[in-house]
């Protein structure tokens, strides 16, 4: 059978190999003969890479492994002896089978990033060069350390995403909420109490009734379409290729597509200032960071990677098809001079990171109250509506 093997090459970076082999393992046993890292197999006709981690319940937690790695090699343990004592000290079973693995390839003397290498599911191709890299100057220590510094970092991030997008979150469903029980229970009941009142109504007073009893009448199918509706939207939003259209969609707004656009390259720079800083060669470190932007800013990295493998500088590739602002170019051109590349990219990372943080900081102060303004209305304005025939049959009265 005939199989496709992605895997990293000292002097070329990240390559892919296609052989004949009898099985995956076989394949992947082949490439490392040739002093190549695998990262994953596959054959001709799948569209995804293998990963062999054992079991599968749950994501790795590659983090919590590189800061207990990290803590062993410091106390004085070697590779193998702080693999065994990850895997005497695992509880989950399908990790302590991973352990298992990794102390056997490194027994049979494979070195710890071929060991990795084997398993892409729970340690990415970065992570991987990043230990490779490591190993050509024994500082696998410093390596992994600064592997934690940066997890923290991108860490950090997300979590300031996520908290700041917690509270109009909660706003959004709880209004959403309670709209759904006005129109869809309320509103109802209060439709059959005015059916045959035979009085003029405003328009959207009769709008409003009329949706009551339409509710009322086909309750059954409603819920049964919601659900429907919802679980589509849900799996919608699970799937990658679905988040991947929105984001090219929200890329394109300008407000937000310019805010979303400082977020990649933040997160670009970061990732592509630690693999050089590792040792890793600018080309192999640019075609391991282009996963982490956008298609239409991947397909602009890769102009710059052309012009960068031709000779040019980088912060002129860069600038040229529109991967810097203004003032990360200037920073580019500094880390060219004085030779700190890598340095200089984790500041550049630093400075988006904080305009965002100040972007999203000013847009959640006037997101929040504008978003408790519409919701408001809309549920006032519901209420109002309901009741307003109630005070025409008061007026009527008088």
């Given amino acids: 059978m005939r199989f496709q093997v992605r895997a990293i090459d000292r002097a070329a970076g990240v390559t892919s190999l296609t052989l004949d082999a009898a099985s995956p393992e076989a394949a992947a046993d082949l490439v490392r003969r040739q002093g190549l890292a695998v990262l994953g197999v596959r054959t001709a006709r799948e569209g995804g890479w293998k990963g062999w981690v054992p079991g599968g319940s749950g994501a790795f937690p590659l983090g919590l492994f590189t800061q207990e790695l990290l803590t062993l090699l410091e106390s004085g343990l070697s590779v193998v002896e702080a693999m065994e004592t990850l895997r005497e000290k695992e509880v989950r079973p399908e990790r302590q089978q991973l352990?298992?693995?990794?102390?056997?390839?490194?027994?049979?003397?494979?070195?710890?990033?071929?060991?990795?290498?084997?398993?892409?599911?729970?340690?990415?191709?970065?992570?991987v060069a990043t230990v490779q890299a490591s190993e050509r100057t024994g500082n696998l220590s410093e390596a992994l350390g600064r592997y934690v510094v940066y997890q923290g970092q991108v860490d950090a991030v997300r979590r300031k995403m996520i908290s700041a997008s917690i509270y109009p979150t909660l706003l959004i469903v709880v209004g959403g909420l309670v709209i759904a029980v006005l129109l869809g229970y309320v509103v109802p009941r209060f439709a059959r109490i005015f059916e045959d009142l035979g009085r003029d109504l405003p328009y959207l007073s009769r709008l409003l009734l009329e949706w009551g009893k339409l509710v009322a009448d086909h309750t059954v199918p409603l819920l049964v379409g919601s659900g429907i509706l919802l679980g589509g939207l849900a799996y919608g939003l699970l799937r990658a290729e679905t988040r991947r259209w929105a984001g090219d969609r929200l890329m394109r707004i300008p407000a937000i597509g310019s805010r979303m656009r400082i977020y990649q390259l933040a997160r670009f720079y970061r990732t592509l200032g630690m693999l050089l800083r590792g040792g890793i060669p600018i080309m192999a470190a640019l075609d391991m960071t282009a996963g982490l932007l956008q298609s239409g800013l991947r397909g602009e990295l890769d102009k710059a990677a052309r012009k960068i493998r031709e000779g040019q500088a980088i912060s002129l590739a860069m600038d040229e098809f529109g991967l810097t602002t203004p003032v990360s170019s200037r920073m580019l051109r500094v880390g060219e001079r004085t030779g700190q590349m890598g340095e200089m990219m984790e500041r550049i990372a630093r400075f988006y990171d904080d305009?965002?943080?100040?972007?999203?900081?000013?847009?959640?102060?006037?997101?929040?109250?504008?978003?408790?303004?519409?919701?408001?209305?809309?549920?006032?304005?519901?209420?109002?509506?309901?009741?307003?025939?109630?005070?025409?049959?008061?007026?009527?009265?008088?």
């Fill in 355 to 398: 305009e965002i943080a100040r972007w999203v900081d000013w847009f959640i102060r006037l997101f929040e109250p504008v978003l408790m303004m519409i919701i408001g209305i809309a549920i006032g304005g519901i209420v109002v509506l309901m009741y307003f025939p109630i005070f025409e049959l008061a007026g009527s009265i008088h």
């Fill in 99 to 127: 352990f298992g693995q990794l102390v056997e390839a490194l027994y049979q003397g494979n070195s710890l990033s071929q060991a990795l290498g084997q398993f892409p599911a729970a340690f990415p191709a970065l992570y």
